[in-house]
């Protein structure tokens, strides 16, 4: 018996089918976008970045905490549980803040480099 999400045996689409292949099609529209966004902000991100002179100015907890209660409130007002943006969030400021920390090392061998020349 098909669930109707599953092609039926002998290779006949079941009766979803259509519906889910456009569903999946809406999905990469998305994720086009998000991605797209996401980008946007890692650009904004780097070029913070070059205004920030120490770990504890990438690390900021502070602003971390503040971005992710922002992000929570985002996610309710849109209907999204607000776990989910949570951790998308946290995930994404990890991974940018280790990319600001390896600038900022590379800002600092640059400079002992230049210091020795």
Not at 10 to 15: A, M, T, V
């Amino acid at each position: 018996m098909s669930s109707g999400t599953e092609t039926e045996p002998g290779g006949d689409p079941g009766p979803g089918d259509g519906r889910i292949a456009e569903l999946r099609l809406s999905i990469d529209d998305l994720d086009r976008r998000i991605v797209a966004l996401l980008a946007e902000r890692t650009t904004v991100v780097r070029t913070l970045t070059e205004y920030k002179r120490d770990e504890d100015a990438v690390r900021s907890p502070g602003r971390v905490e503040q971005v992710v209660a922002k992000v929570r409130g985002l996610a309710e007002e849109h209907g999204m549980p607000p776990a989910i943006a949570e951790a998308t969030y946290r995930t994404l400021i990890d991974e940018l803040t280790r990319l600001q920390l390896d600038r900022l090392a590379e800002r600092r061998r640059e400079s002992a480099a230049g210091a020795r020349s």
